[in-house]
């Protein structure tokens, strides 16, 4: 099975800069993404990660390290439409996806 | 830009009903895929599907489930007696995947989901 563990909440001011810390223990890891996730929708993809280092696109940026089964999600300049629930998930296996149980993320004026 | 659809996004039924939820993956994608997540929990995989055939299913996929794909486009799960621990949303995903210089990438696009309800 899978363990991927990533903190329940998370509050933010308008314009700041929020780091969501996700750790994982994985067979057969093919790659780690981070999802969106808005209450009562489906998730919408944010970034993907296969390789070590940082993926940059735009005001999100996202972070890996295999070694320490470790990943971060990076919001800049944060908006508060960016309130919402961030899931991350490894694909292992046949590229099923496991998810984290998600942080909520509330962004205040 | 293309899109997974899901019918219907609500369904109610009542325990021991079969029930049907359709999906229609994006049409070049190859690779789908069935999620459930019961209300305040977290998103969990039930199957995955490619070439006509279950590719991996969880242990929550039991013999009440099975998944088709009757036509060209669509892409079905069946619950044949529903539960009331069944009640979840259930999304649809497809997914190709990218071959370049380095490991297959493989985006996963879900549906909008199918609220399902058993009384």
């Known amino acids: 099975g899978q363990n991927i563990d990533q903190p329940t909440e998370m509050t933010a001011t308008e314009g700041a800069i929020v780091q969501i810390n996700c750790t994982y223990q994985?067979?057969?890891?093919?790659?780690l993404f981070w999802y969106q996730q808005h209450a009562g929708e489906a998730p919408t993809f944010l970034s993907y990660?296969?390789?070590?280092g940082l993926e940059e696109k735009g005001r999100f940026s996202s972070f890996l390290s295999r070694s320490k089964g470790y990943s971060y999600l990076l919001l800049k300049e944060l908006q508060m439409k960016d309130s919402a629930s961030y899931l991350c998930?490894?694909?292992?296996?046949?590229?099923?996806?496991?998810f984290g149980a998600g942080t909520t993320v509330t962004v205040r004026a | 830009e293309p899109e997974v659809t899901q019918t219907p996004s609500h369904q109610v039924t009542q325990m021991g009903q079969e029930v049907i939820l359709r999906c229609v993956p994006i049409?070049?994608?190859?690779?789908f895929y069935w999620y459930r997540q019961i209300l305040g929990q977290k998103v969990e995989f039930l199957v995955s599907?490619?070439?006509?055939?279950?590719?991996?299913k969880s242990e929550i996929f039991d013999d009440q489930f099975s998944v088709e794909r009757p036509d060209g486009s669509n892409f079905t799960l069946k619950i044949r007696s529903t539960k009331l621990e069944d009640s979840a949303m259930y999304f649809c995903?497809?997914?190709?995947?990218?071959?370049?210089?380095?490991?297959?990438?493989?985006?996963?696009?879900f549906g909008p989901g199918t609220r399902l309800t058993v009384l």
């Open positions: 995903a497809s997914s190709e995947f990218w071959f370049v210089d380095r490991p297959p990438y493989n985006e996963q696009f």
């Open positions: 994985t067979s057969g890891f093919n790659g």
């Open positions: 990660n296969v390789l070590d």
């Open positions: 998930a490894v694909s292992w296996g046949d590229y099923k996806l496991s």
């Open positions: 049409s070049n994608h190859l690779y």
């Open positions: 599907f490619y070439n006509n055939e279950i590719s991996e």
